[in-house]
């Protein structure tokens, strides 16, 4: 199940960019989704308010750099007419063959998935 955790006060509406000013990929969301993985399986997914993010000492990543890191190419269309067949909506470049890529490398990284 997903939790979805709101932030305390309204700011969030006060400094938000006009929509026309939003930039793909460089205007951050104000919550962020998390999902915690204990004892050999992964907990509910929460979207909580943006936060910085803890990390032991003691993490793999760390000490021997077990990581695995697969990233997603996306695109707006351009199209302001529409006469082309262009929406101006995102769209993501085969996800499917991305969460494909990326659980063969956790596989090989002996990571859960």
């Given at each position: 199940s997903l939790h979805i955790e709101e932030g305390e006060t309204d700011e969030r509406y006060i400094n938000r960019p006009p929509k026309e000013e939003l930039t793909f990929g460089t205007t951050m969301s104000d919550h962020m989704l998390t999902v915690e993985y204990n004892?050999?399986?992964?907990?509910?997914?929460?979207?909580?308010?943006?936060?910085?993010?803890s990390l032991s000492p003691a993490a793999s990543s760390l000490h021997y750099g077990l990581q695995c890191f697969e990233g997603m190419k996306a695109y707006k269309?351009?199209?302001?007419?529409?006469?082309?067949?262009?929406?101006?909506?995102?769209?993501?470049?085969?996800?499917d063959r991305n969460f494909k890529r990326l659980q063969k490398s956790m596989e090989r990284l002996q990571m859960p998935g």
């Open positions: 004892n050999g399986k992964w907990n509910d997914a929460r979207i909580v308010p943006y936060q910085n993010l269309d351009s199209s302001s007419d529409n006469h082309d067949g262009k929406d101006g909506k995102i769209r993501l470049f085969r996800p």
